[in-house]
């Protein structure tokens, strides 16, 4: 596997084709692969920080940042996207890891939030995300709070 080459932008920064494309596979992953219908348009992403990862010029790995206050007191990772061809290659531990400077680059001291499908707490923990809530369902999906202590993280 060739590696992913990850660019971060704004909302405002985001071209009509790239808006698209994340859209598109937000859609592909979310709704259609998880056979999960909700409401993805959600009025965050316009306040939030877009990393796209592109593998041959195709959006194949994808998260956004949203700014402290909007979600949770701190910092979130949400829409945590890889598209099925580069699954279980490293590419969402490396999206993850991108998704966490990006964070420390624009709200440096803010802890972390995401709101985990529960299947995936392994995931998360191992990049140093510690369980935050009780199980919860979201979209109909189990999903867990977790935290980033931004301070055990340095």
Not at 7 to 15: A, D, H, P, V
Not at 51 to 73: D, F, Q, T, W
Not at 92 to 108: F, Q, T, Y
Not at 132 to 143: A, M, V
Request: net charge negative; glycine share 4%.
């Amino acid at each position: 596997m060739n590696s992913i080459d990850f660019i971060s932008k704004t909302f405002k920064q985001l071209s009509k084709e790239e808006l698209y494309q994340i859209l598109q596979l937000r859609a592909e992953v979310f709704v259609v692969e998880q056979n999960c219908p909700y409401q993805d348009l959600d009025d965050l992403d316009f306040d939030s920080v877009h990393l796209c990862g592109y593998l041959h010029n195709e959006l194949v790995a994808y998260s956004r940042m949203i700014k402290p206050g909007l979600k949770y007191p701190g910092t979130s990772i949400s829409r945590v996207i890889t598209k099925s061809i580069v699954r279980n290659s490293g590419a969402g531990k490396a999206l993850m890891h991108k998704s966490i400077n990006e964070c420390r680059k624009h709200w440096r001291e803010e802890n972390i939030f995401i709101s985990a499908q529960e299947r995936l707490k392994n995931f998360y923990t191992d990049l140093g995300f510690e369980i935050n809530s009780d199980s919860y369902l979201e979209d109909g999906i189990p999903h867990i709070e977790m935290k980033l202590n931004i301070e055990s993280f340095k």
